[in-house]
């Protein structure tokens, strides 16, 4: 944006304004959200899915690349590891070029989860934004790309 928008007249707040305030009620639906992740029938968390989603794109990966991917620390990946390998969704296996390190593949099991948690998410985000004509999903996406940025360079 070259110029700041004019305040809404009735409302008094400005496109500017709106913007942060729908950001900061995104955010606090995403932490309710992953207060909930507890409670995925599943028994996954939000993290160990997005650990295994990324493992699902590389085919397999390090403990620190999945916490990583996961957004936790090492030593939390660790622990989320074992309950991942106890659960049958992943296994360990030692690094074919490197001898002290080991790498985590999804099993046949993790392959299935991921593929159905994906599946999952495209059609929550179908249903939410059915009816959301492309051009406005375009400009949400610019706008959104935008704050990330901001965020990115704070």
């Known amino acids: ?3 700041a928008p004019a305040p809404d007249p009735r409302t008094g707040t400005s496109p500017v304004d ?4 729908a950001v900061a009620g995104l955010f ?4 309710r959200l992953r207060g909930r992740e507890q409670q995925r029938p599943d028994g996954l968390t939000g993290a160990q899915l997005r650990a295994l989603d ?3 794109d590389t085919g397999h990966a390090t403990a620190r690349q ?3 991917y ?3 620390t090492p030593a939390t990946m660790t622990g989320m590891l074992d309950a991942l390998e106890k659960k049958g969704v992943i296994s360990r ?3 074919p070029t490197d001898r002290r390190a080991v790498r985590v593949v999804l099993t046949e099991e993790g392959a299935g989860v991921v593929e159905a948690a994906r599946g999952q998410w495209r059609e929550r ?3 939410a934004l059915d009816g959301v004509p492309a051009e406005d999903v375009a400009a949400a996406v610019r706008v959104l790309d935008a704050v990330a940025g901001m965020f990115d360079e704070m």
């Open 1 to 3: 944006m070259t110029d």
């Open 18 to 21: 709106e913007a942060q305030q």
């Open 28 to 31: 606090a639906a995403y932490r």
């Open 54 to 56: 990324g493992l699902a």
């Open 66 to 68: 999945l916490a990583g």
């Open 70 to 72: 996961a957004d936790v």
């Open 93 to 95: 296996e030692p690094s």
């Open 125 to 127: 985000w179908t249903g």
